[in-house]
């Protein structure tokens, strides 16, 4: 069970495992194998029936399992996770009451822009109607606060739809996505070259789009001509890792622009003293928001 092939490719996150058309698998390796493509140190779950083939490939991926008391820490320890590092948290829960204990912390989550990655068991399909032990359906549940939700309804597709999530949970604006595979298709052994290709999962900045020049000069002439500048800086400057580029700094020495940071935006740049709040910064100022959505603004 978990068995593997193929070594992670040195200094990269491979988009897509090495598949071999003479070794077999189960699902537990494929979702293991897919978690180191994608850098993953930390496996933040519940131990259960539904997820196990998962939690036993972990070891020979180099991945590490925090096993915690209860579904919700799972995903609030994804989600400081992820908050602090600015990669990926991921957690893993059992079916249908596993699931839910989980919903809060996937909930403040998505709410919060954060980039988690739940993986969670469920029923085998066979048994939909029928009270299966913890039936649930969770891509139902979850849909109202999530980008990205999936029923993994075939074998062959368990590694492309793990990748979409990642991939959708990573590119801007940034949420969860949650993945539920059945444990009939879990526990499937199969050859790993009759999984599909596809959902490659790009790094930020591959994706990071070149402004407008023109745009971008029309900003600083406003900026430098008022008299009271102001950066709302955003989490997407955190998530972007734009905040380490020499250019940003060099731009608030040299203007001296005062940033009001949201809460992954602090630290970025040392505190300013000013003792305004958001609400009567905003108000007076002269801004541009940078990396955020108006309706984040804090008070």
């Known amino acids: 069970m978990g068995k593997t092939a193929g070594a992670p490719v040195a200094g990269e996150r491979a988009a897509e495992s090495v598949a071999s058309a003479a070794v077999k698998i189960d699902g537990g390796g494929l979702v293991a194998r897919v978690l180191r493509s994608q850098g993953l140190k930390y496996l933040f779950a519940v131990n259960g029936g539904h997820t196990w083939p998962i939690l036993a490939a972990l070891r020979d991926n180099g991945i590490k399992l925090i096993h915690m008391r209860h579904e919700q820490s799972c995903a609030y320890a994804a989600d400081g996770w992820a908050r602090t590092t600015g990669t990926p948290g991921v957690c893993s829960v059992t079916a249908g ?38 039936e649930a359906y969770g891509n139902e549940v979850c849909r109202s606060f999530s980008k990205f939700t999936k029923r993994v309804v075939d074998w062959s597709t368990i ?36 999984q599909r290709r596809g959902a490659k999962v790009y790094a930020p900045g591959e994706l990071r789009s070149g402004a407008d020049p023109h745009s971008v000069e029309q900003a600083i002439e406003i900026l430098l001509t ?53 609400e009567k910064i905003v108000h007076r100022a002269r801004r541009r928001r940078i990396g955020n959505r108006l309706s984040l603004l804090e008070r």
């Not at 469920?122 to 048994?127: K, W």
């Not at 949420?175 to 050859?191: D, F, M, R, S």
């Open 97 to 134: 009451c596993g699931l839910t204990n989980a919903v809060t912390g996937l909930c403040a989550a998505g709410l919060a822009g954060s980039a988690v990655v739940c993986i969670a068991g469920q029923h085998p399909t066979t048994e939909d109607g029928l009270a299966s032990f913890q």
């Open 159 to 194: 590694e492309v739809d793990l990748r979409e999530a990642f991939r959708d949970a990573t590119s801007p604006p940034h949420g969860v996505a949650l993945v539920e595979i059945p444990t009939n298709i879990l526990y499937q052994v199969g050859l790993e070259s009759d």
């Open 226 to 278: 008022a008299k009271r500048p102001l950066v709302a800086a955003g989490d997407g400057i955190f998530w972007s890792g734009a905040a380490a580029e020499p250019s940003i700094r060099r731009a608030h020495q040299n203007t001296g622009v005062h940033p009001a940071r949201r809460a992954r935006r602090r630290g970025r740049r040392p505190p300013t003293g000013n003792p305004w709040g958001m």
